[in-house]
């Protein structure tokens, strides 16, 4: 089959690799429909983030079901299914808690002798734990197959910050960034009820996306002026619950900045280069909570699917550019030249 692999910084291609096949009692083969390129694949791109030669790459997939291994009741040949951007057992105790991504048994797509979903096929480990099936119907929906995709990461991603910053009916809200995942906060917080939701961003064409997914503000200064014009816009308060989707040192102490006395950062930004950027010293002075880390969207699934079915939140728009599979490299290129938000990649 055919599929991406990194082999240096900016040099990915599109590979000849063995086709995947049931390995353990407990895997399934998922034939990829659409799959997509995550703002966090472009740490591997630019080589801030090691990679082997010849690794595979991709963890936002959903596809169809092709064959099962003797143990796997909970999805079979034919279904349509998404896949969280880690497997998971579904059984261990942090599992059985909602933490997904701290599964005894769990890992990440692309790992070094795992397949990656930016190919033809992948083989998911403890399928039943993992896949979330999906209507078949949705298969013939385009707009549908975006959203439902991005159940795999982005949108249960943004949900995850925005309950951890405490969205709420009544409160405030400030986003930091207008990546995909910042975009998908603004989604969340919205459906979380959030009365007031300010968007920080300087890029139109994301910013117009923001407003359209709910924000009632954009902020499109940053540091010091980003934080006076949130300020401004609070009363001089700052926001209820403040997200921080960037991970740079920079982002955080704006996060910080803009929180409200008594308020919460939700942060789901892969940090890097923020060692410094956060002072326990103004928090403690100003009671202000940070939760956050890497997103169980596993577990959200269940709850933001059928919002996603009936057409309560589409988070569809936050791709851009599709491509083929075979133009995956140019995709990376796009993104990481800040041509595309996020691209989608078809697979038949």
């Keep these: 089959m055919r599929a991406t692999t990194i082999h240096a910084p900016y040099d990915m291609r599109v590979e000849d690799v063995p086709e995947p096949v049931v390995q353990l009692p407990t895997d399934a083969v998922v034939r990829v429909l659409r799959a997509c390129i995550c703002g966090s694949d472009l740490w591997a791109y630019r080589g801030e983030a090691a990679r082997q030669p010849g690794q595979r790459i991709g963890h936002e997939f959903l596809g169809v079901v092709e064959e099962t291994g003797s143990d796997v009741t909970g999805v079979r040949r034919g279904d349509l299914v998404v896949a969280p951007f880690m497997w998971s057992d579904g059984v261990c ?27 033809e096929a992948v083989r998911v480990p403890f399928a039943d734990g993992t896949l ?39 409160a405030t809200v400030a986003v930091v960034g207008d990546g995909a995942v910042g975009l998908c906060a603004v989604l969340a917080a919205k459906r979380l009820g959030a009365e007031r939701i300010i968007a920080l961003g300087r890029h139109q064409v994301r910013t117009d996306i923001a407003r359209r997914f709910g924000a009632t503000d954009v902020v499109a200064e940053r540091g010091d002026a980003a934080v006076d014009a949130v300020r401004e816009l609070t009363r001089g308060q700052g926001a209820h619950a ?23 950062i939700g942060f789901v930004g892969v940090p890097h280069g923020s060692g410094t950027g956060l002072d326990l010293s103004v928090m403690f002075d100003r009671n202000i909570a940070l939760r956050g880390g890497v997103a169980p969207v596993r577990a959200y699934i269940p709850q933001l699917l059928p919002d996603v079915l009936d057409g309560t939140i ?14 995956v490299p140019e995709g990376y290129k796009a993104m990481d030249e800040r041509t595309a938000l996020k691209v989608l990649v078809t697979n038949g």
């Design 93 to 119: 105790d942090y599992c059985r808690e909602g933490l997904t991504t701290s599964c005894e048994h769990g890992g990440f797509w692309g790992s070094v002798g795992y397949d990656g979903g930016q190919g």
């Design 242 to 264: 403040v997200v921080e989707a960037v991970g740079t040192e920079q982002s955080m102490r704006t996060a910080v900045n803009i929180t409200r006395d008594g308020g919460a």
């Design 132 to 170: 979330v099936r999906l209507p078949k119907e949705a298969a013939s929906d385009e707009r549908l197959l975006s959203a439902l995709l991005t159940l795999s990461d982005v949108m249960g991603t943004g949900h995850h910050a925005a309950l951890g910053a405490g969205a709420r009916p009544g």
């Design 314 to 327: 589409d988070p569809s728009p936050v791709f851009d550019r599709t491509v083929g599979l075979e133009d």
